[in-house]
């Protein structure tokens, strides 16, 4: 069993992208399961095989504890850790060549509190990785672009796996892609791009944190895909082969 871990900003479009390469695994013949991790879900655009919501209850834990949805939602991602053998239990059951985790709608949920690391530590399986989605719509500005990165950074420290960068929603954002690319590829534009569209303490700061993120090779890689055409799926999925199958494809 070799996990995928799909993590991005709120609406960035993990859950679709989630049925999407299930979709496109099933369709290559590799036997593919979906884990949701998001307990506050209400609907998915997918059949979870393993579902965090049969072990957490949101609604119960804001009777029973009095909380709002907020502070329900908080603990409910605190509770991930406690299941984690039940969910291993289930997965093992089903022992899928793949397993897709769809991980809660806020991020900071997951990656910045306890559970979501623990969990990804103590999981045992045969590879893991991590996919983090830049959400295209939220992209297509410098700032916003370096933003996302610094987002994209701090949460790959967090997490500790190696991960593979997904651009969004190219189907909204067809005008901007190529450009916002080009930053990726070649620093000097982005460098350009922001001395363009800043200054002042702005563009201190942007240009400082580029020259941190740049370092680290922040960006690299980024994959644009449309989770409504289908475009880019091919070459996501030769990314995530080189890490998780050392570069072999998915098998037919
Ligand atoms: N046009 C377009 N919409 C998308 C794409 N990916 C996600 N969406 C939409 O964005 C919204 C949020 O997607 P979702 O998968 O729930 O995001 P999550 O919060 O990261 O799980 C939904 O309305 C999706 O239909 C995409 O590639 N293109
Ligand atoms: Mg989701």
């Known amino acids: 069993m070799k996990v995928i871990f799909v993590a991005g900003t709120a609406g960035a479009g993990k859950s679709l992208l989630t049925s999407k390469i299930q979709?496109?695994?099933?369709?290559?013949?590799?036997?593919?399961?979906?884990?949701?991790?998001?307990?506050?879900?209400?609907?998915?655009?997918?059949?979870?095989d393993i579902d965090i919501?049969?072990?957490?209850d949101i609604v119960s834990i804001m009777e029973q504890y009095d909380l709002g949805p907020n502070g329900a939602l908080m603990m409910a991602s605190d509770?991930?850790?406690?299941?984690?053998?039940?969910?291993?239990?289930?997965?093992?059951?089903?022992?899928?060549?793949?397993l897709l985790v769809d991980t809660p709608g806020q991020i900071e949920l997951f990656a910045y509190r306890a559970s979501g690391p623990y969990f990804i530590n103590n999981f045992a399986s045969e590879q893991k990785?991590?996919?983090?989605?830049?959400?295209?719509?939220?992209?297509?500005?410098p700032v916003n672009f370096v933003s996302i990165a610094l987002l994209a950074t701090s949460i790959k420290l967090r997490l500790?796996?190696?991960?593979?960068?997904?651009?969004?929603?190219?189907?909204?954002?067809?005008?901007?892609?190529s450009e916002i690319l080009r930053w990726t590829t070649n620093?000097?534009?982005?460098?350009?791009a922001i001395a363009a569209t800043t200054d002042g303490e702005t563009y201190v700061l942007l240009t400082n944190i580029l020259r941190s993120l740049n370092v680290g090779g922040f960006a690299q890689g980024l994959i644009p895909i449309s989770n409504s055409t289908g475009e880019g799926m091919v070459n996501l999925e030769a990314a995530l082969?080189?890490?998780?199958?050392?570069?072999?494809?998915?098998?037919?």
């Open 53 to 56: 919501r049969d072990h957490v």
């Open 129 to 141: 990785c991590g996919l983090f989605l830049y959400d295209g719509v939220l992209t297509t500005t």
């Open 241 to 252: 082969s080189r890490i998780l199958n050392l570069g072999e494809e998915v098998e037919d």
């Open 187 to 192: 620093i000097k534009t982005l460098e350009d």
């Open 79 to 98: 509770m991930i850790a406690a299941k984690i053998d039940d969910i291993q239990q289930e997965a093992d059951r089903v022992n899928p060549d793949y």
């Open 160 to 177: 500790g796996l190696p991960t593979v960068n997904v651009l969004t929603k190219t189907d909204l954002i067809a005008d901007k892609i």
């Open 23 to 48: 979709e496109y695994y099933t369709r290559n013949g590799a036997f593919t399961s979906v884990l949701n991790l998001d307990p506050g879900v209400i609907s998915l655009p997918y059949t979870p």
